[in-house]
């Protein structure tokens, strides 16, 4: 059964940088489209950012020129850069296919907390 680990995560103030990282047991990378998804207290998951097997990448409006996904499909990973944080960029981060695989379990996230 494929897992999926999300790392990286922290305390930053805003402006602030962090890298996140998501690590498969399986080789499903190769195969999906694969995203960022968050989901901040009291608000709905939303997809972030996503990458195709070919690497085009798209992105939501609200992060769009601060966060930048990409992948390593020979190490089975997917990362995230985001830059200029934002206190609303706040959220517990995970990654999943895209579209979402419902066979597929997902990770226990890591949390963004962007505060000063």
């Known amino acids: 059964q494929v897992q999926l680990v999300e790392s990286g995560g922290g305390l930053v103030q805003p402006g602030g940088s962090l890298r996140l990282s998501c690590a498969a047991s399986g080789s499903i990378f190769p195969i999906y489209a694969m995203g960022w998804y968050r989901r901040a207290p009291g608000k709905q998951r939303e997809l972030v950012a996503s990458?195709?097997?070919?690497?085009?990448?798209n992105y939501a409006d609200s992060v769009k020129g601060r966060f930048t996904i990409s992948r390593d499909n020979a190490k089975n990973t997917v990362s995230l850069q985001m830059n200029s944080l934002k206190p609303e960029d706040t959220a517990v981060y995970y990654c999943?296919?895209?579209?979402?695989?419902?066979?597929?379990?997902w990770g226990q996230g890591t949390q963004v907390t962007v505060s000063s």
């Open positions: 999943h296919a895209v579209p979402i695989l419902p066979a597929l379990s």
């Open positions: 990458i195709t097997r070919s690497g085009s990448t």
